[in-house]
């Protein structure tokens, strides 16, 4: 398929089937496409197998999909008697997708093809010259990276952005927490990319979407209920419930630098940022190393730093990384018995170093008769990224076969308010986020 073409077929010439048989059709075309996605490499007795639908609707399907340049043929599949059966999978020309995550010291821009395969991945420093400067930035890799996926993979699909903060999911903006990358807390990542791409956009909130990464590419697969917890410039948490993200009211859910778990929590300087945020987020780490090092201690220039010096047994910094354990086991601890997750994964430049691990399961395991499986996340700082990246396959997934079903084509253009059918608006209303496939 052209890399200007439309996602979309019609067929010239062909005679107009009555409008019941032509939403059968689309139906089955539709089913088709899905369950190549799940399944490919599939072959058509397979698939009507898998579908319920009759070998000739599948074979008529299959062959209009192939037309269409959706599908293609991926040789025959062997260790069967006779003629061996063509497998099918989605073209790689069917499309791309892409992924952004806002981090307060990165800013990373991934393709991706329809399998979540890489296609490249870039990486910069995340500008600090105010939120307007921050969106020219996201437009320009997310336009070197189209540009330089473009052709061979198609064209692009979808787009997911993973930012910092509250995120309003009628709108795309960034209501409020994201004081990392914006002072004021607020920023509108959509407001130089909105109308440069004619694409659907999606916007969530970094930790939820870290959550959202590990359930597809990372060590969360299997579990249908687990929280993410990011621990770096921020402390933050992302909430899968039965495959399903939990917002709460106010798209707050999950906020957990703000749990009153410091010595004054009423202290009026943790109404900003939060207690636990104050104590075992960057800031705080290394203000409390500078507070109790000895003169002849260096003075660190990095958090890291202050975790090498606490594995070379410097006392200050290893009583500094013993407290984020316990704070953190402590916050565990407050979160499994409310939420009972099967799993707690540990994320973020701070969350993912391997000296918290064991301390802070141990902390958790001291207060709590009943405490998740505790883990170190498999994608370290690629976790928002990858998030950002399953969230744009399902949504560019859907449009597919909302386009096979639908005979048009995509359309592609963010908006402001909810309209009929699938709209990249809201496309993360209650999103299910189990499917690996």
């Known amino acids: 398929m052209p890399p200007s073409a439309d996602i979309g077929y019609s067929w010239p010439g062909r005679p107009r089937a009555s409008s019941r048989q032509s939403s059968l059709r689309e139906l089955g075309e539709q089913a088709v496409l899905e369950t190549i996605f799940r399944k490919g490499p599939i072959t058509r007795p397979e698939l009507a197998v898998a579908t319920n639908l009759s070998k000739p609707t ?30 099918y999978v989605v073209s790689p020309r069917a499309g791309f997708v892409v992924g952004a995550d806002i981090g307060g010291s990165n800013l990373r821009v991934a393709a991706a093809d329809l399998f979540g395969e890489p296609i490249l991945d870039l990486k910069r420093p995340t500008t600090k010259e105010g939120t307007r400067a921050l969106g020219m930035q996201i437009l320009e890799l997310v336009s070197e990276v189209i540009d330089r996926a473009n052709g061979v993979n198609g064209r692009p699909l979808t787009l997911a952005i993973s930012a910092p903060g509250i995120v309003d999911q009628a709108s795309g903006r960034v209501v409020s927490l994201a004081y990392n990358v914006a002072p004021e807390g607020g920023f509108d990542p959509l407001e130089v990319v909105r109308d440069r791409f004619d694409l659907p956009v999606l916007v969530d909130n970094n930790v939820n979407l870290a959550a959202v990464g590990e359930k597809w590419f990372g060590l969360a697969r299997g579990a249908s209920t687990m929280v993410f917890i990011a621990i770096g410039a921020g402390v933050g948490m992302g909430i899968i419930i039965d495959d399903e993200i939990v917002r709460g009211a106010h798209d707050a859910a999950g906020e957990i630098g703000y749990l009153p778990l410091v010595g004054d929590p009423f202290d009026p300087r943790h109404r900003l940022h939060g207690g636990l945020e104050d104590e075992i987020g960057a800031t705080g780490i290394l203000a409390a190393f500078n507070e109790h090092r000895d003169a002849g201690d260096p003075e660190p220039a990095s958090v890291h730093e202050v975790f090498e010096l606490a594995a070379a047994e410097n006392a200050a910094a290893r009583a500094v990384v013993d407290l984020v354990a316990s704070r953190l086991g402590t916050a565990i601890a407050t979160v499994s018995v409310i939420l009972d997750p099967e799993l707690v994964v540990l994320g973020g430049g701070i969350g993912a170093s391997p000296m918290l691990l064991r301390p802070v399961r141990s902390a958790a395991a001291a207060l709590a008769p009943i405490t998740a499986r505790i883990e170190t996340s498999l994608l370290g700082e690629r976790a928002a990224l990858q998030g950002a990246i399953a969230i744009a396959l399902r949504a560019a997934r859907e449009l597919l076969s909302h386009s096979v079903a639908a005979r048009k084509p995509i359309q592609r253009r963010q908006e402001s308010t909810p309209r009929e059918g699938p709209t990249p608006s809201r496309p993360l209303d209650r999103p299910r986020v189990g499917v690996t496939g």
Do not use: D, F, H, I
Request: aromatic content about 0%; cysteine-free.
């Open 58 to 87: 599948v074979s008529a399907a299959v062959e209009r999909l192939t037309q269409a340049g959706l599908v293609r043929a991926a040789g025959r599949r062997g260790g069967q008697r006779g003629r061996k059966p063509v497998a």
